[in-house]
């Protein structure tokens, strides 16, 4: 809902508000953003009526000697009038002065939203929007403020729009998605940073005076830095920001010696500019942003919502995601045909429903040196085509799915060979390579049609229900042949591409599943969500190293959303020794699937594979799409929690077996209600003979507990091997060990 009472506006979600007044000077200051209020209250009441008197600091002007901008929370800041924190849009126009006042002109509010944005939350139903028009002082240059909400959701959307309304070009150096200023609260700063195969791990800072940033300047969101970010002050309170971007990005929050805490998010300022001519506008991506007074869960859960409901659109909007089995770590690139059959025979007597051929299939790829581009079955490999071949595993019952890369090249291909010009490149220079690639410049329209035929070409010869794309470079050498785009503008320019070539292959085959990849997770992110439904979380799938990437992904984004898949013990990442079980319990939370040969499993494995399969089939919804929680109870021990209606499953996750101490290890349900009784079972696993112990399945585990007692105090679980023998109810888990319970409401 949004209101306004005189010079105030109040934008509510359902448990939120976030409030703007107007000063009689214009500027728009920001008022509060927290608990929902019961009503608007006066600009006297948030704003003050004298505010403090700032030292060195400039005035607005003799008549308004209080207006210190340096001190004021502005809704959207400009350089050189004062504010000296860092600003929210630089312009460079006519004369080179970049210095602007964004002063209140007008507002509308309306029902729906403005999706022209070509990575825009796409339903505009029930939801509604407040912009605000502003206009420097002097110039005829206007900047349109959104804010949307949809009313069940506690997230707000933002986006800035700038026109250009002089008749000189202007250069526009930077502009942000969004600013909130809040003030300075002993907030720390939470960010999700990495690496290829360690993505997304969780880090907390302080935030002390001056600028503290990240982001990525790799030319994706990246997985040295992903766009979510959340302000904490250890007293409950809550912000959490994203950015609808798969672009270069940055979270930049500028703690001010006035005690204001600014945040921006947008596009990374880094190498951008882009020229405004005359009557041009430019929109900024879409940003996200939650509040919760109940800490980070209640913020997680409003993100996810939002992305199940907002952002994942289309035929796989809230429908479950098949389970697969991917052929990657299962042979790389040493495959036939008939190897791959067998390894999907295999695949589906346990029980997979989807089948996807990775890497190798195209081209003269039998190793990542040549092929890229060349998007035609290697006929050594696939003699009678991929119509063929999928027809094959189809007839099994199974679904098919390919893997690509369309938006790079080998430069040993035959792409290569006949369209050298299609590449980013400088002048004069050879582009770096990475992975022996290049990256196809997808500012240029020829190459979108080409890479939209190629892809539309695989998907209409086999049939395929599914597509992992897959894009493994970071860029280097922007600069474009063939686009109207300066390198200022060739990054953007090739995001907006992307999400050209995507909408419209999403538009031409809205049932196949798209999942995203950038060699693991180096573009996990909002934008690509828009389109694909799931993203390949990382090529790291060691069990313990994806308690953390995992982790650090659900924290901002839903399990729907997450590729998660059981592989080799020892890991291929880290040669880590580890039960398959144990594996299939942190993989559970997620899109879940296989990537191993799963036909040179023991026969001990393969059953236990099929338990597995038959386990998360019949709890898919819930592990998928429920409410995800988390509890530390110690450095070495965690419990994720996924709920959906009466059931949640659990997983207890340990990193060392801890030997006598004693302990006796409780599983508690934190959204367990009062005057409710559940009753707590623990899935039932294989014992490994290797484990000591004499093998079989593991220990019955059934018992019905209150909802106040599990909630607060837990129901104890049984001692944990610990050195001194079995006895009944010993229960086995491990170093990296995990297990699953399902915690039913009865
Ligand atoms: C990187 C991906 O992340 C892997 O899963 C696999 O598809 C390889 N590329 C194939 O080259």
Redesign the pocket.
Known sequence: MIEQKENVFVISTENTSYMIGILDTGHPVHLGYGPLVDSVPSMETLYGRVRPNIGTAAYWDEEHRDIFPANLPLEYSTPWRGDNSEPAVIVEYGNGCTALDLLYRGHRIYRGKDTSFPASVPDSEGAETLELELSDSVLPISLYLSYTVFPSSDVIIRSARIVNGTDEAALLRSIASMQLDIPSDGWELVTFDGAWARERYEHRRPLLPGVTAVGSRLGCSGNEHNPLIYLENGRGEVYGFNLIYSGCHRECIDVSPFGRTRVLTGINPYGFSWRLMPGESFSAPEAVMTYSRSGREKAVLSFHSFINDHIVSGYWKGRERPVLLNS?EASYFSFDEERVLSLAEAGKELGIELFVL??GWFGKRTD?TKGLGDWYPNRDRFPCGMGKFAEKIRSMGLMFGI?MEPEMVNFDSDLYRSHPDWVIALPGRKPLPCRHQYILDLSRQEVREYIIDAVSSVIDESGAAYI?W?M?RTFTDLFSYGSMGTAGELMHRYILGLYEVMGRLKERYPKVLFEG?A??GNRYDLGMLLFMPQI?AS?NTDLHDRVMIEEGTLMGYPQSTMGAHVSASPGHQSLRVSRIDSRFSVAAFGAFGYELDVSALSDDDKESVRDEIAFYKKYRKVLQFGEFRVEHVSPNQRFWYSTLGKTTVAAEIQTLNEVHTGRLDRLRLPCAADGKMYRVTARKERIPESSGAAGGMTEDFSIEVSGMVLREYGAALGPQFTGNGFAEGTRILGDFGSRLYVIEEV
């Open positions: 990657w990775d890497d990542d893997w992992k897959d493994n990849c060699s693991g390949w090529d």
